[in-house]
Antibody
Framework: QVQFVQSGAEVKKPGASVRVSCKAS????????IHWLRQAPGQRLEWMGW????????KYSQKFQDRVTITRDTSATTAYMDLSNLSSEDTAVYYC?????????????WGQGTLVTVSS | EIVMTQSPATLSVSPGERATLSCRAS??????IAWYQQKPGQAPRLLIY???ARVTGIPARFSGSGSGTEFTLTISSLQSEDFAVYYC??????????FGGGTKVEIK
């Protein structure tokens, strides 16, 4: 079955960067785009960006455009989300998610979430 | 960016009763919306896509309707496992995908 396993919780200081990984299994990695989203405590979900694993094409939310980079390693069937210049406002649970194919619609499959805490 | 607004923020319902959740888009999104259920400490779970199509395995008591800017998620007879937060999401005009602020369905 389709499964996404994310890396573990992180604690970072303001100004630092964080990398969250998302290991995919149960399907052909290059056939489905992977999205990254986050959810701050008590807040709505925020979409950060998207990668097409087949060719590495990315799209980012303007809000995060200058600070986020999404990459993938097809041999490891893993996607990565790097977020730089962290502040306390980046404290959130970060998710990877996908649906079959490259068309954008509802997201069927989600990772378990990675808590990133930014604190001095 | 399309803004999604959900109402009410909290809905108190007794088990067995009907729950009606609303979602409004700041501009037309055709039928390109999805609904999710989220329980504490868990990732969201996709329930509905295309405004009204139920995901395989989702009980028939969940139904979605609407088009354009006004959408509704109805839970016909609430079960204990349905008490959760529900989010709508539009995918008509992206990036970015945008989500509503959620409706918490709690036990009355």
């Amino acid at each position: 079955q389709v499964q996404f396993v994310q890396s573990g919780a992180e604690v970072k200081k303001p100004g630092a960067s964080v990398r969250v990984s998302c290991k995919a299994s149960g399907y052909t990695f290059t056939r489905s785009a992977i999205h990254w989203l986050r959810q701050a405590p008590g807040q709505r979900l925020e979409w950060m960006g998207w990668i097409n694993p087949a060719n590495g094409d990315t799209k980012y939310s303007q809000k995060f455009q200058d600070r986020v980079t999404i990459t993938r390693d097809t041999s490891a069937t893993t996607a990565y989300m790097d977020l730089s210049n962290l502040s306390s406002e980046d404290t959130a649970v970060y998710y990877c998610a996908a649906r079959p194919g490259l068309a954008v619609a509802g997201l069927d499959f989600w990772g378990q979430g990675t808590l990133v805490t930014v604190s001095s | 960016e399309i803004v999604m607004t959900q109402s009410p923020a909290t809905l108190s319902v007794s088990p067995g009763e009907r729950a009606t959740l609303s979602c409004r888009a700041s501009q037309s999104v055709s039928s390109n919306i999805a609904w999710y259920q989220q329980k504490p400490g868990q990732a969201p779970r996709l329930l509905i896509y295309g405004a009204s199509a139920r995901v395989t395995g989702i009980p028939a008591r969940f139904s979605g309707s609407g088009s354009g800017t006004e959408f509704t998620l109805t839970i016909s007879s609430l079960q204990s496992e349905d008490f959760a937060v529900y989010y709508c999401q539009q995918y008509n005009d992206w990036p970015p995908l945008t989500f509503g602020g959620g409706t918490k369905v709690e036990i009355k």
